[in-house]
């Protein structure tokens, strides 16, 4: 394999008030991956639009590697609003092209190549997208890694899209809101921890990270874990931090670092995007000295 690092999924863009940013939590996820020296890659599709337009020139400004399709949908787009505590609030666009990201055989044969992949339910939300993230999973090799970043956004979610997820990963990523949604639509009366643990254990999972916003974050393994409370800082908006906190991570992972240190790691990075605007900004030089 090639170290290629995948974000499959949503690609968009990110429209507040006073300004439109790309994002979807796939593209975070390979933009910043990419910013640690790996070959990362986003995965997903536009439409034959201005829109996708400005996508493909976004990321070659960034330098992200990307695969994206046309489709005769148009161009994703979400319209963010962000409340005083800098917590966002989406309206999540239907009918997209990201709804619809054909398995085409130049994705098949990055699948074959690819180490790590990141990918979330929201994605799943159509058949289309469904179909060709199933298809991606099932074309990697045998010992790479599949990150399920839940992602439970507004209703796009059911049983049956989280539970086949889960049992293709072997890492999951969650914050504290949607554990209690996974709990409730599996109807177990468990405390947070046991949910995550009965999540870890149950699905075969070897992380599980927890995030809970400004009071900390858990990384949990079937014979470690680790809690870090969230640094205080001023927040710009909180967009993207998750899929940095979980890009730094898996980097840290991958470069061989024990479960504290990469867990150090995200926190310090999700702290820094949290205090930047919007999902993808350049990470700061101490933060990725430590692989070169």
């Known amino acids: 394999m090639k170290n290629i690092i995948v974000g499959l999924g949503e690609i968009l863009w990110d429209v507040f008030p006073e300004r439109k940013i790309l994002g979807g939590a796939p593209a975070n996820f390979a933009y910043h991956i990419s910013q640690f ?16 337009k400005e996508i493909l020139d976004n990321l ?70 469904r179909k060709t993230i199933s298809a991606f999973l099932d074309n990697m090799p045998e010992d790479s890694i599949k990150i399920f970043d839940i992602n439970l956004r507004l209703n796009y979610y059911n049983q049956e ?17 949607e554990v209690i949604k996974v709990a409730h639509l599996f109807k177990w009366e468990l405390s947070e921890k046991e949910v995550c ?30 809690f870090l409370p969230t640094p205080k800082i001023t927040i710009a908006d909180t967009v993207g931090a998750g899929d940095s906190f979980t890009a730094a ?3 840290s992972h991958l470069h061989g ?13 999700s702290a820094y995007v949290c205090q930047q605007h919007g999902a993808m900004p350049k990470l700061a030089d101490a933060h990725l000295e430590l692989f070169k």
Request: negative net charge.
């Open 257 to 269: 670092r024990c479960l504290v240190a990469s867990h150090q790691l995200a926190v310090e990075v």
């Open 161 to 177: 899209i989280i539970e086949d997820s889960l049992k293709r990963a072997n890492i999951l990523k969650i914050n504290d809101e």
């Open 60 to 129: 070659e400004e960034k330098q992200l590697n990307y695969l994206i399709e046309k489709t005769d949908f148009p161009t994703g787009m979400v319209k963010v609003n962000v409340d005083s505590w800098g917590i966002p609030q989406y309206e999540i666009c239907e009918g997209v092209a990201w709804d619809n990201i054909p398995f085409t055989p130049r994705i098949a044969n990055l699948a074959k190549e690819t180490q790590v992949v990141c990918f979330g339910s929201l994605a799943q939300r159509n058949e289309v997208s």
């Open 249 to 251: 991570f898996i980097a």
């Open 37 to 52: 020296g790996f070959n990362g890659y986003t995965v997903s599709a536009i439409g034959d639009d201005l829109l996708g």
């Open 197 to 226: 643990k009965h999540l870890l254990s149950n699905y075969n999972l070897d992380i599980l990270i927890l995030t809970k916003g400004t009071e900390g974050s858990w990384v949990f393994t079937p014979k470690e874990e680790s």
